[in-house]
């Protein structure tokens, strides 16, 4: 996602630069349309992995931790969780 949002970035650039050129328009169109995908399955990801986890994340922000350690927590188990269905 990141390589998609840097592309996009550059793509805005060129684009800037040469507002008419239809090949860039093109490409941003490309670019733009890879990281709208890339984000949609992001969230989808997400989603899935809490709504398997929410009686934890629920616990957790009921003892008043602070949201960061919450999200820590969230992106371990759900690396932990990609690496067994990697296997």
């Known amino acids: 996602m990141i390589d998609?949002?840097?592309?996009?970035?550059?793509?805005a650039k060129h684009l800037a630069a040469n507002p008419q050129?239809?090949?860039?328009?093109?490409?941003?169109?490309?670019?733009?349309?890879k990281l709208s995908e890339n984000i949609k399955t992001?969230?989808?990801?997400?989603?899935s992995f809490l709504a398997n986890h929410t009686g934890m994340i629920l616990s957790i922000v009921s003892l008043s931790v602070s949201p960061f350690v919450?999200?820590?927590v969230v992106a371990e188990q759900y690396i932990?969780?990609?690496?067994?269905?990697?296997?």
């Open 70 to 72: 919450v999200l820590h």
């Open 21 to 33: 050129d239809p090949a860039a328009h093109h490409s941003y169109s490309a670019v733009s349309h």
């Open 42 to 47: 992001l969230l989808t990801a997400i989603r």
């Open 4 to 11: 998609s949002a840097v592309g996009m970035v550059e793509t």
């Open 80 to 87: 932990l969780q990609e690496k067994c269905l990697n296997k």
